[in-house]
């Protein structure tokens, strides 16, 4: 590796309204250009926006200045990534054709410099939220999308930004940890442990930066969110880093 590899996740762009949601998108912007130049891949890691859906000719207005970075970084030879998260879990190809951005439905496995990642949103994973596992089902139904997919625009739009409203994101809420045993997806880890070693499982969706050490070789760390924390991690071919953004650097 001659270049970092990013990872970012929870920017929940359109949340709670059009102001916050632009200067956090000015902030990731920002800090897209603070580690370009040492970045070889980017990993997007769910949840970039509060609501997605692509119609076969319309797309939610807006965010235009993410978009473009991510056009500008894309050609000039990042790689980047985009997970499915619980709130953009109805992205499809437009990224794909426009950036050239790799859209991951569920878990991705990598390997680099010797050392073994798992890379997922979070959300579905380890044990409880019986009620969010059975809607996930519904939503990634192909089906239920078509369904959607009926509704004219603006009235789809208009469900999901009143869905949105009640989200954490609405409401602020800050998440609290639960201790090494209680965090459902540092269990699921350990789950996964038993099967396949993995030096790293790096997840977002708990809006809570986290380093739990697992065992002697493997680590789980969330890399929270961009409302609160403007966290991220970062992976410069030795060690695995959570680091905070301040935008005065």
Avoid at 86 to 112: C, P
């Amino acid at each position: 590796m001659d270049k970092n590899i990013y990872f970012a996740s929870d920017f929940h762009l359109g949340a709670p309204n059009y102001k916050e949601s632009r200067k956090r998108e000015e902030r990731i912007v920002s800090w897209l250009n603070f580690i370009e130049p040492t970045c070889g891949e980017l990993f997007l890691m769910g949840d970039v926006f509060d609501f997605w859906f692509e119609y076969g000719t319309v797309i939610p207005k807006g965010f235009i200045r993410l978009q473009g970075k991510l056009a500008q970084m894309a050609d000039a030879g990042i790689k980047i990534y985009f997970f499915k998260g619980n709130h953009d879990m109805w992205v499809n190809d437009y990224f794909t054709k426009e950036i050239g951005i790799e859209i991951i439905s569920d878990e991705l496995s990598i390997e680099r410099s010797g050392k073994k990642f798992y890379l997922h949103h979070g959300d579905g994973l380890g044990p409880g939220d019986a009620k969010y596992k059975f809607l996930r089902k519904v939503f990634r139904n192909r089906f239920c999308q078509w369904l959607f997919s009926v509704l004219p625009p603006r009235i789809g739009l208009f469900i999901a930004n009143g869905w949105s409203g009640n989200s954490r994101v609405a409401s602020n809420k800050k998440e609290v940890f639960l201790g090494d045993e209680n965090e459902w997806l540092a269990i699921f880890a350990k789950e996964q442990l038993e099967k396949e070693h993995f030096d790293y499982f790096i997840f977002g969706h708990r809006h809570l930066p986290l380093d739990i050490q697992l065992n002697a070789n493997s680590r789980y760390v969330n890399i929270g969110e961009w409302i609160n924390y403007n966290s991220y991690g970062i992976f410069d071919g030795e060690d695995l880093k959570l680091e905070y953004y301040n935008s005065v650097q």
